[in-house]
């Protein structure tokens, strides 16, 4: 190749990569806006056809620690809100088919009102994000709003709202969403990187609109989030046997290794197998904190059964020392499988789902835990499955929902809105999205119409899965 030539192509590569400018990206939010109207997405009308919920979950079950599953129906079959939160997959199957404005982003996959909290950041400040990406994908920005939405509209329902109190609440959360992305829009790139909810910040906003008990119920949940760590897991978790720190048994919820795999030949083999997934997963991290991960030695492990619809997956907790036994480190070594996502919006990019999770949680979360990390490995059964690794607790703390009236419920919404916002302006196209919004609140109440539909529908399958219980279909273990 001349020259010249090689010029010419370094050319029609700059022009084919060449940036939208400003304007031009608002000119694609308004013309997406132009093709899917932001009242569109009111709608939801499954039709004869929708999936049966039961046996989506079903699905999910084949590849589960077997006798996990009847503690994930159980949990799911306590109200129409946890049945939500173990229905990812239900509702991904139900989105697929609503309107799609066509400005992607990365998804947190499962935006539903308790996967937003408080955690600390590497510089010790507590921060308010999102806080679960096992389903991170990417994929239609709108998704993760209606998920959202229709989680706080159940769970008001769940509160024993009236409908005159839910009312406002899904629209605060839009409204949220909706101007903080216009404000985003309005800043630069390293301006939106930067952007995060600090706590301090929070809760002097928060106490201008909350109420004495809601204000002080605040400062305890905050207080008790700076006591949430390694330290408190040991004391919580841990107690001396034969002279030799072990994490206590809670059966089911909680089996330590030397329940699980007496001594012998299996034991032998998933001791080992768990180092090289601890000594693989360190080629994750960057350089400065695997150097900190090697100054520790793990001492013992357990399963540990955690959250609703991640019931049932392999999870394992960690307990390490590095200098004494003053100095405990705990992690959690969480499966990861495809994302419920995937099955409507083709396969991930990454060839290790730990990988897809740490990937997206890094990509959407203000600061990440600086022990997320990834690996692949092989179980004693013989199949080969994909972890990602963290710390058990790091500063992490939940909004009581349960405890709240409307008012505090509307202000955490909005927060939760401005939080998924932030998030998405980090891998989205933050002007178009902006644009096809609007200034108006016709998106808003859009998304309040078809949060109220979907809670109806939720409604009905909780009932199914109930019914299913009760036929013998599927088997639940309750109070657990």
């Known amino acids: 190749?001349?020259?010249?030539?090689?010029?010419?192509?370094?050319?029609?590569?700059?022009?084919?990569?060449?940036?939208?400018?400003?304007?031009?990206?608002?000119?694609?939010?308004?013309?997406?806006?132009?093709?899917v109207p932001r009242s569109a997405h009111a709608a939801f009308d499954p039709g004869p056809s929708?999936?049966?919920?039961?046996?989506?979950?079903?699905?999910?079950?084949?590849?589960?620690?077997?006798?996990?599953v009847p503690i994930r129906y159980g949990r799911m079959a306590v109200s129409p809100f946890s049945f939500f939160r173990g229905a990812a997959l239900v509702m991904a199957?139900?989105?697929?088919?609503?309107?799609?404005?066509?400005?992607?982003?990365?998804?947190?996959?499962?935006?539903?009102?308790?996967?937003?909290?408080?955690?600390?950041?590497?510089?010790?400040?507590?921060?308010f994000d999102v806080n679960d990406f096992d389903e991170t994908l990417p994929g239609p920005w709108e998704w993760d709003v209606k998920r959202l939405a229709a989680s706080l509209e159940?769970?008001?329902?769940?509160?024993?709202?009236?409908?005159?109190?839910?009312?406002?609440?899904?629209?605060?959360?839009?409204?949220?969403?909706?101007?903080?992305?216009?404000?985003?829009?309005?800043?630069?790139?390293?301006?939106?990187?930067?952007?995060?909810?600090?706590?301090?910040?929070?809760?002097?906003?928060?106490?201008?609109?909350?109420?004495?008990r809601q204000r002080a119920r605040l400062s305890r949940i905050l207080e008790k989030a700076h006591t949430r760590d390694s330290m408190q897991a040991l004391e919580?978790?841990?107690?001396?046997?034969?002279?030799?720190?072990?994490?206590?048994?809670?059966?089911?919820?909680?089996?330590?290794?030397?329940?699980?795999y007496p001594e012998g030949i299996e034991r032998d083999r998933f001791e080992e197998q768990l180092?090289?997934?601890?000594?693989?997963?360190?080629?994750?991290?960057?350089?400065?904190?695997?150097?900190?991960?090697?100054?520790?030695?793990?001492?013992?492990?357990?399963?540990k059964v955690v959250g609703v619809g991640s019931v049932g997956t392999r999870c394992w907790i960690v307990l390490l020392f590095g200098r004494d036994e003053t100095d405990p480190l705990f992690l959690q070594i969480k499966e990861a499988g495809p994302s419920v996502l995937e099955r409507f919006l083709g396969a991930s990019r990454y060839d290790n789902a730990g990988h897809r999770v740490v990937a997206g949680q890094r990509l959407m979360q203000a600061a990440s835990d600086i022990f997320l990390g990834w690996q692949r490995t092989a179980g004693i059964d013989g199949k080969t499955r994909d972890f990602y690794v963290r710390q058990l607790r790091d500063w992490k703390a939940s909004a009581e929902i349960e405890t709240m009236v409307p008012s505090g419920v509307q202000a955490y919404a909005e927060l939760c809105g401005w939080a998924l916002a932030r998030a998405h302006a980090r891998s989205g196209d933050r002007i178009a999205i902006a644009a096809?919004?609007?200034?108006g609140d016709a998106f808003d109440r859009a998304i309040a119409t078809f949060a109220e539909v979907y809670a109806d529908q939720n409604e009905r399958d909780h009932a199914q899965l109930r019914e299913a219980i009760a036929s013998g279909r599927v088997t639940a273990q309750a109070g657990l």
């Open 236 to 260: 919580k978790l841990v107690a001396q046997t034969d002279g030799k720190p072990r994490i206590v048994a809670d059966p089911p919820l909680v089996v330590p290794i030397d329940d699980l």
């Open 436 to 439: 096809y919004l609007g200034g």
């Open 275 to 303: 180092h090289d997934l601890l000594r693989g997963y360190r080629r994750s991290l960057q350089g400065d904190r695997r150097t900190l991960v090697e100054q520790y030695r793990p001492v013992d492990l357990a399963r």
């Open 50 to 68: 929708r999936p049966g919920p039961v046996e989506l979950l079903e699905s999910q079950a084949a590849d589960r620690v077997p006798e996990l």
């Open 1 to 35: 190749m001349t020259q010249t030539a090689a010029r010419r192509g370094r050319a029609r590569t700059s022009a084919s990569e060449r940036q939208l400018t400003p304007a031009e990206r608002a000119a694609a939010g308004r013309a997406a806006r132009a093709r």
């Open 93 to 127: 199957a139900d989105l697929a088919g609503t309107p799609q404005s066509g400005l992607g982003v990365q998804l947190c996959g499962d935006a539903h009102l308790s996967n937003f909290g408080i955690f600390g950041s590497p510089e010790r400040q507590l921060l």
């Open 154 to 212: 159940i769970a008001a329902r769940d509160n024993g709202f009236s409908a005159k109190d839910r009312r406002p609440i899904v629209p605060a959360a839009v409204r949220g969403y909706r101007q903080a992305m216009r404000a985003f829009a309005g800043m630069t790139n390293l301006q939106v990187w930067y952007s995060r909810a600090g706590m301090a910040q929070i809760q002097a906003e928060l106490d201008r609109q909350l109420r004495a």
